[in-house]
């Protein structure tokens, strides 16, 4: 089983942080989370096209989480040689996205089809929704999803991978909250969005200081990953971008929690378990 931060961005634009998005590999399944800006090019750094993807998962609909979705369906679907439909789950709210996504594609999908004889078929998804319980289950690989508090946002989900006798838990944005100690109990690998607040004060913002009400803290990261028992966290996403050479301070604020290993991930940084 193996981990791949694809990107490790937020909206703010970062020339090396593409927008959110992690992969999970297991059993032999290709499993995305999130697709935020650039993902199909980090994807394609990890070694997988988008025909390659056995399921893709929403944490919540956020554009920084789902803004590069529509390149995962339309490469997926010109890359293929036969139809294969992407099969999606995310909160509730995923299918009628699914559907405004697709509908925003129609022109391409029109020049394609009138220039390519062979293609005879659309770009197509199967949805599901998940809101609390088992999201997905499939040869050895089981996920489950819990409710998360990223609010006024919502719904919001975050995921637990359960495959090959390892556990990681993909947070997505939220506070800390019982769904979220759920998905974390015991995981090897524990993946959260993270903001500082210390730095996010210190911009004379009052649309940007509304950030902290949603977000965890590296604080709070090191505190959910203490009380799982977790053994490794990873800290992603971070608001604001981190300067160059402060990467120890943020990893320091979650450990003054939280005792196991604690990474700051850049993109395609990877763990295998
Ligand atoms: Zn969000
Ligand atoms: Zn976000």
Redesign the pocket.
């Known amino acids: 089983m193996d981990v791949v931060t694809l990107g490790t961005g937020?909206?703010i634009p970062d020339a090396n942080r593409a927008g959110?998005a992690t992969l999970v590999r297991a059993a032999g399944t290709t499993l995305l989370f999130d697709c935020g800006r650039g993902v199909v090019m980090r994807l394609a750094g990890a070694g997988v096209l988008p025909p390659m993807i056995d399921r893709q998962f929403l944490t919540h609909l956020?554009s920084?989480?789902i803004t590069d979705f529509n390149d995962v369906v339309t490469t997926r679907w010109v890359m293929s040689p036969v139809e294969n439909p992407l099969p999606v789950t995310g909160p509730p709210g995923t299918a009628a996205f699914v559907d405004r996504t697709l509908a925003m594609l129609a022109d391409d999908v029109r020049y394609r089809l009138d220039h390519h004889a062979d293609l005879t078929w659309g770009p197509s998804c199967s949805t599901t929704e998940a809101a609390d319980g088992v999201a997905w289950e499939h040869d050895g690989v089981r996920v489950l999803a819990a409710p998360t508090d990223h609010r006024p946002v919502a719904p919001t989900v975050g995921y637990r991978v359960e495959a090959e006798g390892k556990v990681v838990a993909i947070a997505g944005?939220t506070v800390p909250c019982e769904g979220l100690d759920r998905i974390c109990e015991g995981a090897d690998v524990y993946v959260q969005?993270v903001c500082r607040p210390d730095l996010v004060r210190t911009v004379p913002s009052p649309r940007f200081q509304d950030i902290l009400d949603y977000h965890s803290s590296c604080e709070d990261a090191g505190k959910v990953a203490a009380r799982g028992g977790v053994k490794t966290l990873v800290l992603t996403?971070p608001v604001p971008p981190p300067a160059p050479g402060t990467e120890d301070e943020w990893v320091a604020q979650a450990a003054a929690h939280f005792d196991g290993e604690i990474v700051l991930a850049h993109d395609l940084w990877s763990i295998t378990l």
């Open positions: 937020s909206p959110a956020h920084d989480h944005d969005t996403h």
